[in-house]
Every structure is written in C-alpha cells, then in structure tokens.
C-alpha cells in the first residue's frame, strides 16, 4: 500500500494534520534536499518538470527545504530554484516534521550517516549513486530501509534514458537470442592534469576518504546497474586498476597529498546467463568527456547505445533479408508508446537530453508511491551494484578472480 511505501511518516502526517484540524494537501510530498551541487541542481530541475509533464499523478514534489552548510550559498541555491526554507545542519532538516522526503546529494561518504538518520525518522530517502562506500554499509541502509518501510531509489539516472530503457524491453523481448557478450565503457579526460586538486566542493571525487574509490565506484557503478538490470546477475571478476597520478594537493591543508582512488579500472567478468562481459573506465582518456556505451551482443541481434548520442540506440538484426541487412540507428522519439517515456515531450523526431533521465527517475518514484511498489533501483538493487564493485577492487589488489 502507499502507506507502507511512504512509510511512517506518511502515517503521522494524517493523524497530526488531522489533531490540529488543519487543512493538508496529502498529495504533496515535501522535499528535503541535500546538497545544491551538480546532483542537487539536478535533481531539483527533475522535481521541478514533474507536476507539468506528468500531471495525471497523485503525489506531486514540494521543494520544501534545501540544506547546506554555508548559509549564504543555500540560501542563494533556494531563492534561485525555489525552495521555501533552508537549513544548514542536516539533522535539523531530518527533524521537520513538514519533510517527507529526503533527496541525499552529498558527497559518497556521508550516505549511510544521513540515510540512516533519515529512515530512523521514517523520512522517504532518495540517495545518490553509489549507494554506499562498501558492501557492507550499503547492506545496513537497505536493511534499515526495508525494516521501516520507506520508500528509497538510488539515482542510477542512465536507465530512464528512453533509448536506454528502449534497449531494457528488446532484452525482454527475446529478440536478441541467446546472450554471448556484454561490453561497456565509461570514459572521461579530466583528470590528466597533476595540477588538478583533490577534495572540496569541486574535486571529492579525487579523494579517497569522501569518495570510497576512483572511477569504479563513480563511473563503472552506472555500467554495472545497467548491466545487472539489462543482463543479469554477475558471477566472478577480475580487474586491473591504475593510479596514474599518484600524489596531488589537498584542498582542505593545500599540501601534495597520496592519491588513494583508482584513476582507471578495467574488468573482464562472467555473467550468470553464460555471457562474457569486459568493462572499461578512465579520466585519462584524451578526447572523451562522458563517454559512456554498452553493447550487448546475441545469438540473433545486437543492441548498442552511446551517451555521447543517447537519443539513438544502435540495432542489428540478422534475421533481416540479407541485402538489407545493417546496424539500424533508431532515434528514439516516437509517439506511439514504444518508445518509453516520449510521448511526455515534444512531437515525434524532436529529442530530449540528460536531464530527462532524472525527471523520468522523478516522475516514476512519485508514481512508485501511488502504486505502492518499489521505485527501481532501490537500495537493496543497488547493493547488488556495490558488491561487484567491492569484487572489482578486491580483485585489482589480489590479481585474482574474485566471486561475487
Ligand atoms: C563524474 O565526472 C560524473 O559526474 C559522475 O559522478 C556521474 O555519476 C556521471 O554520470 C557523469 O560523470
């Protein structure tokens, strides 16, 4: 029921609002977001679109209240976006009992802390990617999730893509046969420079301490859910990484500093359906900003898809009569309803972009709540992400195949 997808709190919402005779819309979910970075713009412009390009849902976002440190600079990110109150001590915000939900946009290492904090408050948690630091945390936050009944996602943004999600209903079609490969990258370049810092609003991700790991748990954590949801559970790995710069200025003391992350990683793995999977990402690769792709190859048909394009996914089918027969690019903007999500948008042949996919992640936990189901990938789906992750780094440090 809704009840138990929204959890506690929805309950003492009712009964106080009833106490008091006061009048509360109960289809508003009053959002607590915190964290006003790259994410939590992000998130806010998905929450923002919501209620015009999905109106026919019962709940609708509330931007309630932004939360920060510095007073001035939430102060400027609520009053831009358009949030009705600030906070700058998390465990205030948690303390409110007009927010619903709580949208964790911090850096990676303080996750669990405020999940935790929030679920003991019976507060909906939305968590950014990855879910946790390690195996083991990311199982205490879907545990305590699961035992309080709050509804949670984690926001691996990638799968709401339209081509993405396009790809995921082909798989479940069966049109691609037999499953042999898997093949994935995510590439970036802007960690080539050694004056690059790490730590601080800008560089956490450089820092081990704030972000538990380098680009596996950054950037091969989005390859790995849309692999595990896409094709399956994966059984063993083994992984090289790489620390290309090895020391590199610390922002909080301005001092060389060790670099502890990995700054490439690359796998090879096998996935439980028999298919072979290779995974590969680095900052270091000269020329690509986001690059992100996966291919999937079958026994009848091969999909693949391009960030760097995402409104197209790649289609091979050798059952086409064989003159034809070619990669076909779709673009994905049909109206017709087969292609996911786009009949919310423009008109057919006009596309949509990034942000998109965190207004559909938006749109379906809103949904999710009046369904009374889950809103994928939850915590406990991204704890399946965590543990390869864990088999990835374990397996670089002991240049053995590690199981899952
Ligand atoms: C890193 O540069 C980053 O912003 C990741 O943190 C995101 O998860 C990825 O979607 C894009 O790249």
């Known amino acids: 029921s809704v009840m138990h997808m929204a959890g506690r709190n929805e309950l003492n919402r009712n009964t106080s609002a009833h106490k008091r005779g006061k009048v509360q819309d109960m ?50 990110f609520a009053a831009q976006w358009g949030f009705a109150s600030t906070e700058t001590d998390w465990r205030k915000l948690l303390e409110r009992d007009d927010i619903d939900a709580v949208d964790i946009c911090a850096p990676n290492d303080r996750h669990k802390e405020i999940a935790l904090a929030a679920i003991a408050q019976g507060k909906m948690v939305l ?126 003391t301005g001092q060389l500093a060790p670099v502890g992350i990995d700054d490439a990683c690359a796998f090879l793995c096998r996935f439980s359906n028999g298919s072979l999977g290779l995974f590969e990402s680095s900052r270091y690769a000269r020329g690509h900003k986001a690059l992100y792709t996966f291919e999937i190859n079958g026994a009848n048909a091969s999909i693949r898809w391009d960030l760097h394009d995402l409104h197209r996914l790649e289609y091979f089918d050798h059952g086409d009569e064989s003159a034809l027969r070619g990669w076909r690019s779709i673009h994905v903007s049909d109206h017709g309803g087969d292609h996911p999500y786009m009949g919310r948008w423009w008109v057919p042949g006009l596309q949509i972009g990034y942000e998109h996919s965190f207004v559909h992640q938006a749109a379906d936990f809103m949904e999710s709540l009046e369904k009374g189901q889950p809103c994928p990938p939850t915590f406990r789906d991204a704890v399946e992400t965590q543990k390869v992750c864990e088999a990835v780094l374990n397996s670089a440090a002991s240049e053995i195949w590690e199981k899952i």
């Open 27 to 76: 289809t508003q979910i009053r959002l607590g977001m915190i964290g006003y970075g790259f994410m939590g713009r992000a998130h806010t412009n998905a929450f923002k679109r919501v209620p015009d390009f999905f109106p026919e849902l019962k709940y609708k976002p509330v931007l309630q209240a932004a939360c920060g440190r510095n007073q001035d600079k939430v102060n400027a």
């Open 127 to 252: 968590c950014e990617k990855p879910l946790a630091m390690n195996t083991a945390d990311g199982i205490e936050m879907a545990e305590a999730a699961e035992k309080a009944g709050v509804a949670n996602t984690v926001w691996y943004n990638y799968r709401r893509i339209p081509a993405v999600m396009l790809a995921k209903h082909i798989v479940e079609s069966g049109k691609l046969g037999r499953i042999y490969h898997y093949r994935a990258n995510f590439l970036q370049d802007w960690c080539i420079s050694e004056d690059v810092p790490q730590g601080g609003a800008s560089n956490w991700r450089l820092n081990i301490a704030e972000a538990g790991s380098g680009v596996t748990g950054d950037l091969l954590a989005h390859c790995i859910d849309t692999a595990l949801w896409l094709n399956g559970s994966i059984d063993k790995v083994t992984a090289m990484t790489e620390t290309f710069v090895k020391q590199r200025v610390h922002v909080e």
